[in-house]
């Protein structure tokens, strides 16, 4: 079956917003190319070659969509640019960006971005498996199985890195843990396995409901229910643990909203803050929550707040 290529190259700040809107157009699928995922991959003990094409300038994120070819293709193509251009009015730098369209074969996109997944360590005790690969735990490793398929969260971008980071430090035998925009179901899966009692995982994209469905059932859990949720809209009850990791346009219209769902002195950990924009995100996080800790990597932020 032959589909319709629709590269974009863009920015590390728009990465997210753009893949969003490709899977609304109905993309077949969406991969993502990071140079800072490849630099994290290649320094990881688990690689034996790196294919050096891998590599590209840095700053430039490659973001490509595949729509099977049809009477409205080129439409879709047409308001995807008129989208993207659209974000900048939300502040959102898009940069210079480009968009190339071509035809490829099936087989050609659906194993393209599995060429830069392998076994990765994440914190003290963590190691994202891909479905695909091999290993064996050593010590007191926690493996997560993790097929990504179409969805957003593989571990190696840096805005899931740094929450898994957190929440090894922060989820204990009896936290019951809200995941907010759950993409592929990693945070949720690695919470349910670092001793979580209860894991409630949402996300508002189909596809992404479904991938974290078949990840949970990949890993064996019992104690995670994904469900569809426009963010809190459809959680019930209290947790212990908030985690969202989304933009800093949502941190920001979620600040107000999360200490409803919250226990006493609950945590919130909020991820996917572009540098930029975090003397913003701090500012509206502060009227709800004393901040504990900050992270940064790369261009991007992760803070941890306690409910006040």
Known sequence: MKWIEVQVTTTQEAEEAVTNIMHELGAGGVVIKNPNDVKLLAQSDNWDYLDSSLFEEEGNIKVFAYFPIASDTTD????????????????????????KVSEVDEADWENNWKQYYKPLKIGKKIVIKPSWEEYVSQ?????????????????????????LEF?????????????????????SITSSKLGAKEVYAADIDEVSVE??????????????????????????????????????????KLSAEVPKYLKEEGLFLASGIIKSRKEEVLQKVEEFFEVLQIREEGEWCAILSRKK
Do not use: W, Y
């Open 76 to 99: 879709k193509i047409n308001i995807l640019k008129d989208r993207i251009v659209e974000l900048k009015s939300f502040g959102i730098d898009i940069g210079n960006f480009d968009v």
């Open 139 to 163: 010590g007191e490793e926690i493996i997560i199985e993790l097929d990504p398929g179409m969805a957003f969260g593989t571990g190696t971008h840096e805005t899931t890195k740094m929450c």
């Open 167 to 187: 929440l090894e430090d922060i989820v204990m035998p009896e936290s019951i843990v809200f995941d907010v925009g759950c993409g592929s179901g990693i945070l």
């Open 211 to 252: 991938v974290a469905r078949q990840n949970v059932e990949l890993n064996n859990l019992q104690n995670v229910k994904v469900f569809k949720s426009d963010l809190l809209s459809e959680f019930r009850g209290k947790a212990d643990i908030i985690v969202a990791n989304i933009i800093a346009d949502v941190i920001i």
